[in-house]
């Protein structure tokens, strides 16, 4: 018998099992897939780790989850500085003074604020409420053509005008020649790779991989006082309302016999008529030596049922049904509904673990 079950061996439920553990209680976790770590989950490839379901960069402004990261494996210095390929031609990302010298010529920050300003004039005094809308506020439209448009809605297989706003709000806008895609304080990569820091939350706890809690949620349940259930919510109560909509990824990975292939980890490419949005070479996040690379493309689509999902549609649509299970989920005893697909939400990693530590500390555990 034990104190806590946890569905899923991802960060949320890793953090928990950890911290659950360090307070003396019994924990076993169960992980449908056959590896721990969730979407984060990193393969040697010949010294190379490989970002199995695509690029995780770690970044945080609060020293405390960074020291909690830390404190499991080391961090390198990595410094995400995307370019974005549109047309053959490269940009600098996030957008910033390189971005906009490139497009216009343009070298003060002065110069470049006044063609946004110019642009973003077609709005009016309309408060922007859709993601079309807001981009061109806070870039113009020449940016929002060239480099928004066309990655956005193939990465979320929508129109840019049916995308809430909130989702490019994550893109910095910066008036220096500063290509740091995060304004975070704290970034990195752990050494050695996502699992190994995954593996050493969970070292001394009893985990079960291959193995499905909703395949015999009664028998499983019966093995511990409580639950942490870290699935999708709308599975768990058996898509009783519908189901809510993802975006999922699927990559296409590829060995080469070369060095350094594109000379960066993140190229992104933002028109429409190239179905993959971003090429990741793996071995510029955590740097080797070694005479070959890994690629990947990554190509986005719809979710189905069978798919892994990734992005939730945070829509009013969507997140309408999300508050219906919620509901449910409010109601359900002995059980906490934590992460990603348990709370529906466009989580990043270190946002997941803030969620986590809350949650073991609302247990009131002593
Ligand atoms: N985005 C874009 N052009 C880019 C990169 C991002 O328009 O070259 C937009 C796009 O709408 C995307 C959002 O910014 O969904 C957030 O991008 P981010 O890189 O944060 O997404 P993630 O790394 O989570 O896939």
Not at 42 to 51: F, K, L, M, R
Not at 275 to 301: G, L, M
């Amino acid at each position: 018998m034990y104190d806590y079950l946890i569905v899923g061996a991802g960060l949320f439920g890793s953090v928990c099992a950890h911290e659950l553990n360090k307070k003396g209680k019994k924990v076993l976790v169960i992980e449908k897939r056959d590896h721990i770590a969730g979407n984060a989950y990193t393969e040697n490839n010949d010294g190379i780790q490989v970002h199995k379901y695509g690029a995780h960069i770690f970044h945080t402004n609060d020293k405390k989850i960074w020291d909690y990261v830390n404190s499991f494996v080391e961090f390198n210095r990595f410094t995400n500085s995307p370019l974005a390929n549109y047309e053959g031609v490269l940009y600098n990302l996030p957008f910033n003074m390189n971005t906009f010298y490139k497009l216009w010529g343009v070298k003060t920050p002065q110069e470049a604020m006044n063609i946004i300003n110019d642009q973003r004039k077609e709005l009016g005094d309309k408060e922007p409420d859709n993601l079309e809308e807001k981009a061109i506020s806070l870039v113009g439209r020449d940016i929002y053509e060239k480099l928004i448009k066309g990655y956005t809605e193939k990465q979320w297989g929508r129109k840019a005008t049916d995308l809430p706003a909130f989702i490019i709000n994550r893109l910095p806008v910066r008036m220096t020649y500063d290509n740091n895609y995060f304004s975070d304080r704290y970034q990195g990569i752990p050494i050695g790779g996502y699992t190994k820091m995954v593996a050493a939350m969970l070292e001394g706890i009893d985990v079960m991989l291959n193995v499905d809690f909703l395949k015999d949620k009664t028998k499983y349940s019966q093995l511990a006082n409580k639950i942490i259930y870290t699935g999708p919510v709308d599975e768990y109560f058996k898509y009783c309302f519908g189901k809510l909509e993802y975006r999922s990824l699927q990559f296409e990975t590829e060995v080469l016999q070369e060095e350094n292939y594109q000379g960066n980890a993140v190229i992104n490419y933002t028109e429409a008529n190239i179905p993959y949005t971003r090429i990741i070479e793996h071995k510029h996040f955590d740097p080797v030596n070694c005479s070959h690379t890994v690629v990947t493309k990554e190509f986005p689509a719809e979710w189905k049922k069978g798919d892994e999902p990734y992005y939730p549609i945070n829509d009013t649509k969507n997140m309408d049904l999300f508050k219906k299970y919620k509901l449910l989920a409010n109601e359900e005893k002995g059980i906490i509904f934590g992460g990603r697909l348990a709370e529906y939400k466009y989580y990043d990693m270190h946002q997941v673990i803030a969620s986590a530590l809350y949650a073991v500390e609302s247990e009131g555990l002593v």
